[in-house]
């Protein structure tokens, strides 16, 4: 576990609202992905899909992260159809993750994800009036078109673009939070986050969580593990994890977990207790904003 900096500026990536609750990225690959859902894009209704040979992992979703990073610093180049261009080189995305491994073998890991990153398909479909929905893109989620200079020109889907341009319908991710976890961590982390806003409380269940990191409800030994292991790195961090459930009693896939997720980053705390968990006090529980498992904001996403 890599050292949370004293009194670090936050850095802040954007994950885009249908990919980050789409099961695109799990542990464990070789899962086909097809997934589908509906939201509002100026105004109309459009409808998702988004489809890969196979699911990705963490690596391939800290790569898509840190895109997003550098493009919103650095900026970008407009394109048609309401894609954007970007030129980064793979130690650029690498210091953007804050990671100072740099090296011929880290560069061809970030080349290799991108090229998977470039396998995923994205299809928009606008409502018309007569009620069918109308293919109106459909593209790779970002391409890699060259290699200049030592620059990776990299384009990137409007599904994707739209929120580095300053639109809305996105998750927040700390990436500092997220490097210090293990691949495992940097999952859920991105499902928690997508369902728990910065600053705010709310409750998801194991079941939600094992399906969405491992695409099955069942909450497994080496499951369970894992998570706890995650409750305790986040809790370092400043949230707070609890899983409430009777005393005495093994954890079922119907067991809420109840996250507090800091408003701001906080410097690190010293470890607690492995047992410290427990329910949460009757103030807690009032105090607590119950958010469904499958549901984030419940607000449309201008795709």
């Known amino acids: 576990?890599?050292?949370?900096?004293?009194?670090?500026?936050?850095?802040?990536?954007?994950?885009?609202?249908?990919?980050?609750?789409?099961?695109?990225?799990q542990m464990g690959q070789g899962k086909e992905v097809?997934?589908?859902?509906?939201?509002?894009?100026?105004?109309?209704?459009?409808?998702?899909?988004?489809?890969?040979?196979?699911?990705?992992?963490?690596?391939?979703?800290?790569?898509?992260?840190?895109?997003?990073?550098?493009?919103?610093?650095?900026?970008?180049?407009?394109?048609?159809?309401?894609?954007?261009?970007?030129?980064?080189?793979?130690?650029?995305?690498?210091?953007?993750?804050?990671?100072?491994?740099?090296?011929?073998k880290e560069f061809a890991r970030i080349r290799e994800a991108i090229e998977r990153l470039a396998s995923v398909t994205v299809r928009i479909e606008k409502k018309q009036s007569s009620g069918r929905y109308k293919p109106v893109s459909i593209d790779n989620l970002i391409s890699l078109t060259g290699d200049q200079d030592g620059k990776l020109v990299i384009r990137i889907h409007p599904i994707f673009s739209h929120i580095i341009k300053g639109g809305s319908g996105y998750i927040q991710i700390d990436l500092q939070e997220r490097m210090r976890l293990d691949s495992t961590g940097r999952i859920l982390h991105a499902v928690v986050c997508s369902t728990i806003n910065r600053g705010s409380t709310g409750r998801m269940l194991i079941g939600s969580l094992c399906e969405r990191t491992w695409g099955d409800p069942r909450p497994l030994a080496r499951r369970k593990e894992a998570m706890n292991r995650f409750f305790d790195e986040i809790e370092k961090m400043g949230w707070t994890a609890t899983v409430e459930r009777p005393e005495g009693r093994k954890a079922s896939s119907g067991d809420p977990v109840l996250f507090v997720r800091p408003a701001a980053p906080t410097v690190q705390s010293p470890p607690r207790p492995a047992a410290r968990r427990s329910k949460p006090t009757p103030n807690e529980q009032i105090n607590a904003v119950p958010v469904p498992p499958d549901d984030i904001e419940n607000e449309p996403c201008p795709f």
């Open 1 to 25: 576990m890599r050292p949370m900096r004293q009194n670090r500026e936050p850095q802040i990536a954007k994950l885009d609202r249908p990919v980050a609750l789409s099961p695109l990225f």
């Open 34 to 104: 097809r997934y589908r859902t509906e939201f509002t894009y100026d105004g109309d209704p459009v409808e998702v899909e988004i489809t890969s040979r196979t699911n990705l992992g963490a690596t391939e979703q800290d790569v898509l992260l840190a895109i997003e990073s550098v493009a919103s610093r650095r900026g970008f180049r407009l394109e048609d159809g309401g894609k954007i261009a970007i030129e980064a080189t793979a130690a650029e995305i690498l210091r953007a993750l804050d990671d100072r491994h740099e090296g011929g």
